[in-house]
């Protein structure tokens, strides 16, 4: 389907000449399909979540005529109060503001030209296309862009409470602001390593993120009473913004309802447990059509509810599925199911097979969780068709059910800004991505595992001619402990950059005299390479003396944002 509906977003933004252009340019290639459920074209909301746009932003560099002995282009996304300079030859030019240029040529009116980019604003790394030709008919369609790859990450490394049962702000995670000046795909994820419950009782929270002050999508999650378990938390949207001056935001609460009182129990954000690790809150946002190295994104969501599935076996998630056209290039894929009770198994599924499982069981029979799945995969796919899918197991006899729509999940009603979704993000075939998938690391009972193991044949390679941000993913299945009473199973699992720790992540339980059998986690992280070699590696480590877990299914994915 091509994707008339961002043409009249464009024509409404750009006005009618520049949105020729525009509709010229999106609607010259053929993107995936948005599904609702019902079969309809996506509501705004759905829409502006799961838009698949060309892999151009609208351009209106064009509109100038070209001349002989000069070349007129467009810039994008050039941030406010920064300049970039272009050159060809010793002819430069300095640009401090998006929109049309032109760079006009000493010496004679004809001969060869090549404009690049000699200077890029701090915090952006410009490129440009089409930048090449003769001088006496210069090639149309000279386009700069300036990448917007941000991350903040959250500075305590202390126990962070909220009591609030209201939206409040990450206090440690500062607001991301940037401009754009056309509509673009912009990948926002909140990866929180470690949320826990207050002791000895019931505790619920909602993490999300808001964009310009309005909550964009949240994640959910339980422990019970007695059990106050660390679980990671992923946070996942992907909106068209339009034009304007863009402010995103981290936020958090706890819900009440939970404690018998009716009172939410507080909850925390843990950051330091084995010696030297610090594990911090991330906010990253990707204008997609700032990159060079990014092709498309796709989606398909559903806000249905799913009740009971039964025991042990695979059960629709009611996703409609994703048709991923693709040539040979690398794709990373992910699944996001906010709201899952009971004890489950998700399995992301690619033509068919299992790409990406995660599992969640909890400590006890009479007691059930809620969690957000996300599991997560990177491969590089063959040219052609593919689907891309999702199953949800049940693995007890607690019953399941997605969305919170079983009788006493109070704060757990239906919500469209949380909708259960499939991603697909592809990247184009020449960019720079490394992924591998692994086998568990043992069999449950496992000794205790040293600091910083690296994971058997997890190290993968990125080589850039120049610093450059990468997007990384870790994905784990499960962890599982088996534990005498009275312990503390804590793992942690990270991505090392070239020897150093980067983003991280914690699952598992705090003394209590049950024993916590499976935890999963995902965590998404942006990463400065140097120039060169650099080699990342997945690693985990032992929070506590105590032999403990299994770390099973473990994924890792990078790849060069710039």
Not at 3 to 14: D, I, K, M, W, Y
Not at 332 to 343: C, I, N, R
Not at 462 to 485: G, H
Request: aromatic share 4%; proline share 7%; with cysteine.
């Amino acid at each position: 389907m091509k994707n008339v509906r961002a043409c009249v977003t464009v024509a409404a933004t750009l006005g009618v000449a520049s949105a020729i252009a525009a509709c010229n340019g999106i609607l010259g290639i053929q993107d995936v399909e948005v599904v609702t459920p019902d079969g309809a074209s996506p509501g705004a909301d759905a829409g502006s979540d799961a838009a698949s746009l060309s892999d151009a932003v609208a351009p209106d560099g064009d509109a100038a005529a070209q001349r002989p002995g000069a070349v007129t282009g467009v810039v994008h996304f050039l941030q406010e109060s920064a300049a970039l300079t272009l050159a060809s030859g010793t002819d430069t030019l300095e640009i401090t503001k998006n929109g049309p240029f032109e760079l006009a040529f000493a010496g004679p009116p004809s001969g060869a030209y090549d404009v690049k980019v000699t200077k890029s604003p701090d915090g952006q790394e410009c490129w440009v296309q089409n930048g090449a030709g003769d001088k006496g008919k210069p090639t149309s369609g000279l386009e700069v862009r300036c990448t917007v790859v941000r991350a903040s990450i959250g500075t305590l490394t202390t126990q962070i409470l909220t009591k609030s049962a209201t939206y409040t702000k990450m206090d440690d995670v500062e607001d991301v602001v940037f401009t754009n000046d056309v509509p673009a795909r912009t990948m926002i994820a909140l990866s929180v390593p470690s949320i826990r419950g207050i002791d000895q009782d019931l505790a619920q929270w909602r993490v999300g993120v808001f964009v310009d002050g309005e909550l964009a999508t949240e994640a959910v999650g339980r422990v019970e009473a007695g059990a106050p378990v660390n679980a990671p938390v992923v946070v996942m949207h992907v909106p068209v913004l339009p034009p304007a001056k863009h402010t995103i935001r981290a936020v958090w609460r706890k819900v009440d309802g939970r404690h018998p009182s009716g009172t939410a129990r507080d909850i925390y954000r843990e950051h330091a447990f084995s010696s030297g690790a610090d594990v911090r809150p991330e906010l990253d946002v990707v204008v997609l059509d700032s990159l060079s190295t990014f092709d498309k994104y796709a989606s398909t969501q559903t806000t249905s509810s799913l009740g009971n599935p039964p025991k042990d076996v695979d059960t629709s998630l009611g996703i409609p599925p994703l048709t991923i056209s693709s040539v040979k290039q690398p794709v990373l894929m992910m699944a996001s199911v906010p709201d899952l009770t009971g004890e489950g198994l998700v399995k992301l599924l690619l033509d068919g097979a299992s790409l990406a499982e995660q599992r969640k069981v909890v400590n006890a029979q009479n007691t059930d969780t809620t969690a957000t799945y996300t599991p997560t995969g990177f491969r590089e796919l063959e040219a052609g068709s593919h689907t891309l899918s999702a199953v949800v197991r049940r693995v007890s006899t607690i019953s399941a059910s997605i969305y919170g729509t079983s009788a006493g999940e109070p704060g757990l009603s239906q919500n469209a800004k949380k909708p259960a979704m499939l991603h697909a993000f592809a990247w184009r075939p020449g960019a720079k991505a490394a992924w591998f998938e692994g086998a568990p690391l043992g069999a449950t009972p496992t000794p205790a595992l040293p600091d910083d193991l690296v994971v058997p044949g997890s190290a993968v390679e990125i080589t850039t001619d120049r610093p450059a941000k990468a997007l990384v993913m870790l994905d784990i299945q499960q962890l599982n402990a088996e534990q005498p009473p009275q312990n503390s199973p804590i793992a942690e699992g990270y991505v090392f950059v070239n020897g150093a720790r980067g983003p991280g992540a914690v699952a598992g339980r705090q003394g209590f005299d049950d024993d916590l059998r499976s935890n999963v986690f995902t965590r998404l992280g942006i990463v400065d390479l140097p120039p060169g070699k650099s080699t990342i590696d997945v690693r985990v480590r032992n929070a506590q003396a105590y032999p403990m877990y299994t770390a099973g299914g473990v994924r890792l994915g990078a790849v060069v944002l710039e």
